[in-house]
């Protein structure tokens, strides 16, 4: 029986881009700035995980999203791109440098009156909100070694509906790697064998970029 996926070559990823995802000028910008960073512009989402983004916010009729791990700017300007004038989007990041990145192109973008930067560890900013305060839809995008504990406290934080979206499950196919025991890897094959067994959720993974789990709370 032939295979029931497609692999994808630096030009087919490229024709998928280019079909499938819309990369304006400000996204542009902004990841040829966060690309001359260097070897840690591997932190920002691709076009396509950007355009997924930016549908499934809107799909459900998103209003109030979370995003940990803001890095540069990408993905969140994706997630306020997909909610309404009035919707609002928490985004925690760590470091500050980045977020001076992304402050100038949210203005860019006209999406700041919609995005609170909260500095700090992740859990921080979820244990400081306020006890009744929900979301809508979450991504997951910080620390690898943390995935357990933030797939869990957004859960909590998250209606019946909404969606949590969580990247690099397939963390460069390390996952596969029994003898990769690191931190990261180890925290992140514990994540995606919980949620395959958790009722709590409807669950999708995705070959996107580098894996992408959509989890719907029942």
Partial sequence: MPPKFTSLDEDLHGYLVEHGS?????LRRLAAETGALGDVAVMQVAPDQGALLTLMVRAIGARRALELGTFTGYSAICIARGLPPD??????ELSEEWTKIARRYFAEAGVEDRIELRLGPAMDA???LPV??????AFIDA???GYPEYYEAVLDRLRAGGVVMIDNVLHGGAVLDRDDDSPGNRAIRELNERIASDERVDVAMLGVADGITLALKR
Avoid: H, P, T
């Fill in 126 to 128: 979820l244990r400081a």
């Fill in 87 to 92: 919707g609002r989007l928490l985004a925690c």
């Fill in 132 to 137: 009744d305060e929900s979301f809508d839809f």
């Fill in 22 to 26: 819309r990369q304006d000028d400000v």
């Fill in 143 to 145: 620390d690898k070694s």
